[in-house]
């Protein structure tokens, strides 16, 4: 019974062995198969669709916002990190090259647009006379469209930042993961 046991328990380990094989095996395949994948070249057709709905609810409520930026490439972005630090003004971002959603083309940032045309990031402005400031307006409808508002983040308030990162860390698209990968029809 014992001379059973063992080679029962010794098959077990084998069978395991080899399932663990062929699991690891897959998972190197798909990791080398996501980091071939190109970056993105302009916003997600999703966050794209989300924008522009955004755009006619905050008109709906006399709100004119202009989307000030969309899908910035690595170059692009490193720029304006370089913005406050090796070059004059102040710092508007944190995130270097790959480490924006807005490199994978799932965020937006945006503006108010006065009636004369000019454009202010003035958080406090009430321009449709309602009572509360058109800009957290924006951020609320965002909000219900899906979207991450920065000014809600507790490290560094980015109040015209909004992305849809479809579950999807920053690591996971550094890694070639495309909100694709998680959608499910």
């Known amino acids: 019974m014992k001379t059973f046991r063992t080679v029962f328990s010794l098959l077990f380990l084998l ?15 798909e990791r080398n198969e ?11 057709p999703i966050v794209e669709s989300k924008r522009d709905q955004l755009i006619a609810q905050a008109e709906e409520a006399g709100i004119d916002i202009l989307i000030t930026d969309g899908f910035r490439s690595v170059e692009e ?12 003004g102040n ?5 270097e090259g790959g480490e924006s959603y807005h490199n994978y ?4 940032d945006f503006a108010l647009r006065l009636p004369d045309g000019s454009v202010v990031w003035d958080i406090e402005r009430d321009g449709n006379e ?6 957290f307006e ?7 469209l899906g979207f991450e508002w920065g000014g809600d983040w ?13 579950g999807l860390s920053i690591r996971q698209l550094q890694d070639g993961y495309r909100p694709e990968d998680v959608i499910s029809d």
């Open 15 to 29: 069978i395991l062995g080899a399932f663990l094989f062929i699991w690891i095996e897959r998972e190197i395949e």
């Open 34 to 44: 996501r980091a071939d994948r190109p970056l993105p070249t302009g916003l997600h």
């Open 77 to 88: 972005q490193n720029e304006i990190h370089a913005q406050g630090r090796s070059r004059g």
């Open 91 to 95: 710092v508007v971002t944190y995130a």
């Open 105 to 108: 083309g799932l965020a937006i």
């Open 130 to 135: 309602n009572g509360r400031p058109d800009w």
């Open 138 to 144: 924006v951020a609320d409808m965002a909000k219900e």
């Open 154 to 166: 507790q490290r560094f308030k980015d109040y015209p930042h909004l992305q849809l990162d479809f």
